[in-house]
Nanobody, 123 residues
Framework: QERPVESGGGLVQAGGSLKLSCATSGRAFANYAMAWFRRAPGKGREIVAHISWNGGSTYYTDSVKGRFTISRDNTKNTVTLQMNNLQPEDPAVYYC????????????????WGQGTQVTVSA
């Protein structure tokens, strides 16, 4: 796959929403699991959510359950992260990553990474 490209980050007030999009290219998109990771200042990358190749299985880290939703559209080679009720602990650079076949919660398991998009939450 080509490197994913993220968009949709920005500044939002606490309690507000953002939708992040990740676009990639290549006919093999549907064979890849996709994930969103984030990296806050001074911290390493942590898993936010991942989704299986056909969208049939999803995972969310505990801190975002009920607030974030990951989805994909294999006809458009895109994956999105709908982020609702953003909180002060959510600001970070958010990264889209892909992995052949099955998803993983570990960053080192992914070989294709986007440049990231900044999410900032104000009080």
């Amino acid at each position: 796959q080509e490197r994913p490209v993220e968009s949709g980050g920005g500044l939002v007030q606490a309690g507000g929403s953002l939708k992040l999009s990740c676009a990639t290219s290549g006919r093999a998109f549907a064979n890849y699991a996709m994930a969103w990771f984030r990296r806050a200042p001074g911290k390493g990358r942590e898993i936010v959510a991942h989704i299986s190749w056909n969208g049939g299985s999803t995972y969310y880290t505990d801190s975002v359950k009920g607030r974030f939703t990951i989805s994909r559209d294999n006809t458009k080679n895109t994956v999105t992260l709908q982020m609702n009720n953003l909180q002060p602990e959510d600001p970070a650079v958010y990264y889209c990553a892909s992995r052949r076949d099955t998803p993983s919660r570990v960053a080192r398991g992914y070989g294709n990474w986007g440049q990231g998009t900044q999410v900032t939450v104000s009080a």
